[in-house]
């Protein structure tokens, strides 16, 4: 099964019906997607499709192939993305388990919502839970990220 | 004067005694024959109205913008509402296509189009008499025409899953409704009063 993952070609050895975040993680050694509940309920496995977030764990790997997967190993390649960059000037991650499937939740919502209120916030990561309770300071980086962002774009 | 009057009184004759124009491409609108009587078209929107109210059928069709969920039917999870592709959270983000809803529980149940209707095509909080009434008006059902909209219940595939994702189906089977929607159809889509 041939997959785009992080712009490179690969080929996989697996079942159609195998999660994608097994084959991420077991198959090509992309750990940092995280295994949270299985069920689609935390985020913690959020990568982009196209683009557009995904729950890795429940989407069985046939339904991606030949589409463009990124992972957070994919984002800071080259250099670190202005999302990532907030979350360590804001001291973002406590135990730092769901912090990958935040970040890649907070790009793609930067990409769809470029200046995006609290609101819009809450509304685009409330499917990404934190258990050590960072919400407020996810809520400031992502503002910070999307100040930066603008900035770039000579807004 | 007088001449003119006849020329008007002609002009206006020859129009009423003209054929309509005609294009050979447009099949003409016949009224549809109804083949159902009213009372049995009445029956079946009453069993169809039972299937509304379902939350298979009604936890996608709120009376809000978030989409329910459960047989309690209670709000959406995650605070999701049919705005929340505009902030880049899909439908699609978890509830995949073939997703693996379709073979263990508790996973988010799986179509290619798993997605909201518009505003207006709400089922909850609708008598039956109001539900009959939207149901029956294309500009509420994204111009579906009766037979149409029995086409949509007949073969939407997003809409069968509410008999196969393993969920508390509806109150009578997949089958049955279509059946339903061919009798209020065939009856002229009669609605009762209030």
Redesign the interface.
């Known amino acids: 099964m041939k997959l785009n993952v992080n712009g490179e070609s690969v080929e996989v050895e697996v079942s159609e019906d195998t999660p994608l975040l097994w084959v991420l993680r077991d198959h090509l050694q992309l750990t940092g997607t995280k295994f949270g509940c299985g069920v689609a309920q935390c985020g913690a496995c959020t990568v982009h499709l196209e683009g557009a977030p995904l729950r890795s764990c429940v989407t069985p790997v046939h339904e991606v192939v030949d589409k463009d997967i990124t992972t957070i190993e994919g984002v800071g390649r080259d250099g670190l993305n202005p999302v990532q960059q907030a979350w360590i000037d804001h001291a973002v991650p406590q135990c730092g388990y769901c912090q990958s499937g935040q970040i890649m939740s907070a790009i793609a919502l930067l990409r769809f919502k470029p200046d995006p209120t609290d609101d819009d916030i809450d509304a685009a990561m409330s499917g990404n839970i934190c258990r050590c309770g960072t919400y407020p300071r996810i809520r400031k980086a992502i503002q910070a990220a999307a100040a930066q962002l603008r900035e770039a774009d000579g807004e | 004067m007088a001449n003119r009057l006849l020329f008007l009184g002609i002009l206006a004759a020859t129009a009423w005694a003209a054929d309509p124009p005609t294009d050979p491409t447009e099949t003409p609108v016949v009224p549809p024959e109804l083949t159902v009587p009213e009372a049995e078209g009445l029956a079946a929107f009453s069993d169809i109205y039972r299937v509304t109210q379902s939350p298979r059928c009604m936890n996608c069709h709120p009376a809000g913008d978030a989409p329910l969920q459960t047989d309690l039917s209670i709000p959406h999870?995650?605070?999701?509402?049919r705005?929340?592709v505009?902030?880049?959270?899909?439908c699609?983000?978890?509830h995949?296509?073939?997703?693996?809803?379709h073979?263990l529980p508790?996973?988010?149940p799986a179509d290619p189009h798993w997605r909201m209707p518009d505003a207006i095509q709400g089922f909850q909080g609708r008598t039956e008499a109001e539900l009959c009434r939207q149901l029956a008006d294309p500009e509420q059902t994204g111009d579906r025409n009766l037979d149409a909209l029995t086409e949509h219940v007949r073969t939407d595939h997003l809409l069968m899953t509410s008999w196969h994702s393993g969920r508390t189906p509806p109150p009578i089977s997949h089958g049955a409704l279509v059946k339903r929607f061919e009798a209020w159809a065939a009856a002229g889509g009669p609605c009762p009063s209030e």
């Open positions: 999870s995650m605070g999701v509402t705005n929340s505009y902030v880049g959270l899909m699609s983000t978890c995949r296509s073939k997703g693996l809803g073979t508790h996973l988010p």
